[in-house]
């Protein structure tokens, strides 16, 4: 069982290491994380989707005290350098790395030693199957890689965080967070729509995700 911490007692700030796009794409376990996290610390949400740039940048979200930083697909050294100067001028000395792509942040996790480690586990990259993670052996093996490196893996489900035990080798603290529903946001939607008069049923389901 995991004991509830007040964050801010262990951690100045939480830098979520991400292949999202805070922009466009649906809310997620990353969304609602962050928005979780920055109740309490300022968060740093990284993401590089899948581009090369020239420099790091920070911008603020419709998500008070939270900041998107954008940084380019495989970070080089000058990258590195810059989040670390980024992290300096605001006063991180222990960030939590709350880390979702294993593949593209491997210099950085290598220049944050102090750093507390969190993989959140959301899909099982190691399973073989002819579905969904087809191609994904590269993927798969950085997980692998990086599961030797982190101090906690949260799993979305125990099927997740059995693959990454007996499959992954992970020998180290875990938990099962299961994701939840994100009822009140489309409740608010629905409320400003009035039901079709030619629905037989007020039961309307809805499916989010990939």
């Known amino acids: 069982r995991v004991k509830p911490m007040n964050l801010t007692d262990?951690?100045?700030a939480v830098v979520m290491l991400t292949w999202s796009d805070w922009k466009s794409e649906?809310?997620?376990?990353?969304?609602?994380y962050a928005t979780r996290f920055a109740r309490s610390l300022p968060v740093?949400?990284?993401?590089?989707?899948?581009?090369q740039r020239s420099g790091v940048s920070v911008e603020s979200t419709d998500v008070g005290n939270i900041d998107?930083?954008?940084v380019s697909v495989g970070l080089g050294d000058q990258d590195v350098k810059d989040i670390k100067s980024l992290l300096a001028a605001r006063g991180i000395k222990r960030?939590?790395?709350?880390?979702?792509d294993s593949l593209n942040y491997q210099l950085?996790?290598?220049?944050?030693?102090?750093?507390?480690?969190?993989y959140h586990a959301t899909e099982d990259y190691l399973?073989?199957?002819k579905g969904w993670n087809q191609g994904m052996e590269t993927v798969g093996n950085s997980v692998v890689r990086m599961l030797s490196?982190?101090?906690?893996?949260?799993?979305?489900?125990?099927?997740?965080?059995?693959s990454y035990l007996t499959s992954g080798g992970y020998v180290g603290p875990h938990a099962v967070i299961e994701n939840g529903c994100d009822a009140e946001y489309f409740l608010e939607y629905a409320d400003a729509y009035p039901p079709d008069a030619s629905r037989t049923t007020s039961q309307v389901a809805i499916f989010q995700g990939g």
């Open 108 to 118: 950085l996790l290598d220049a944050l030693p102090r750093a507390f480690r969190v």
């Open 68 to 70: 998107l930083v954008s």
């Open 127 to 129: 399973l073989k199957t």
């Open 149 to 162: 490196q982190v101090d906690f893996m949260v799993a979305c489900t125990p099927g997740v965080a059995n």
């Open 95 to 100: 960030p939590l790395l709350w880390i979702y």
């Open 44 to 51: 740093l949400f990284l993401q590089h989707l899948y581009q």
């Open 26 to 32: 649906p809310r997620s376990n990353r969304y609602h």
């Open 10 to 12: 262990h951690f100045d």
